[in-house]
């Protein structure tokens, strides 16, 4: 089965504290995607990042970094010195081929962060 | 600054009163996509149209229709909303299929009175 699990619902955290959201995968596929959007309350999903199941290397874009770990499935996602502003819903995603020539998006179910000031 | 764009951003329908939600794109991407999310839920893909390709998944009910007349504008037809329906609705497009990127509108908040 395909699946995406963030065990996490919520998180508070205290403003400028690092935090990291955590994101389980299942899948068959070898050739894989993995997405994470945020969506703050306006309810616009952003994507922030994409990583393809053959590269492994960790990700550091600003404040945000992500670690990706084929050998325990999991995708996590890293916030540092977290702000306010960071306050939204993270889901993490996967990709994977459906068949007949068609892939599907997957979501987890989300986790909400909310950054105290 | 190129966008996919949605319109409007709070629709208020009656039960079974036919609603229209539109969405148009700047970034001339092949590949347009419908989701539907509940309150504190995923997102839920209902369609997708590749070019003029339709493809809806299995479990959308025939309730939503959508189309699509030209490569920057698609829609989405609700034709008797019940209250169910009540949802925060995106759209979604990618230049190609999945794997590729999907970028999502600020979505359409959808109330059934």
């Known amino acids: 089965a395909q699946k995406v699990t963030q065990a996490q619902t919520e998180i508070s955290v205290v403003e400028k504290e690092d935090v990291t959201l955590d994101c389980v995968y299942e899948?068959?596929?070898?050739?894989?995607?993995l997405f994470w959007y945020k969506q703050p309350p306006s309810g616009e999903l952003v994507f922030l990042i994409r990583?393809?199941?053959?590269?492994?290397q960790n990700e550091i874009s600003g404040r945000y970094s992500w670690n990706f770990q084929k050998s325990t499935s999991s995708f996590n996602f890293t916030i540092t010195a977290s702000q306010v502003v960071d306050s939204a819903v993270y889901f993490c995603?996967?990709?994977?081929?459906?068949?007949?020539?068609?892939?599907?998006?997957?979501f987890g179910k989300g986790t909400k962060l909310s950054v105290i000031p | 600054d190129a966008m996919v764009i949605q319109n409007p951003r709070y629709q208020v329908t009656q039960f079974g009163k036919p609603v229209t939600l539109s969405c148009s794109q700047t970034?001339?991407?092949?590949?347009m996509y419908w989701y539907q999310q509940k309150s504190s839920q995923a997102p839920k893909l209902l369609f997708h149209?590749?070019?003029?390709?339709?493809?809806n998944e299995a479990d959308t009910p025939d309730n939503f229709q959508s189309r699509r007349p030209n490569t920057s504008f698609c829609f989405l037809d609700i034709r008797s909303p019940g209250l169910g329906d009540a949802a925060m609705y995106l759209c979604?497009?990618?230049?190609?299929?999945?794997?590729?990127?999907?970028?999502f509108g600020p979505g359409t908040r959808l109330t059934v009175l």
């Open positions: 899948t068959r596929d070898t050739t894989y995607y």
């Open positions: 979604a497009t990618s230049i190609r299929l999945a794997p590729d990127t999907q970028y």
């Open positions: 995603a996967l990709t994977y081929y459906s068949g007949a020539g068609s892939y599907q998006l997957t």
């Open positions: 990583r393809n199941s053959f590269d492994e």
């Open positions: 149209y590749y070019d003029k390709d339709f493809n």
């Open positions: 970034l001339n991407h092949n590949v």
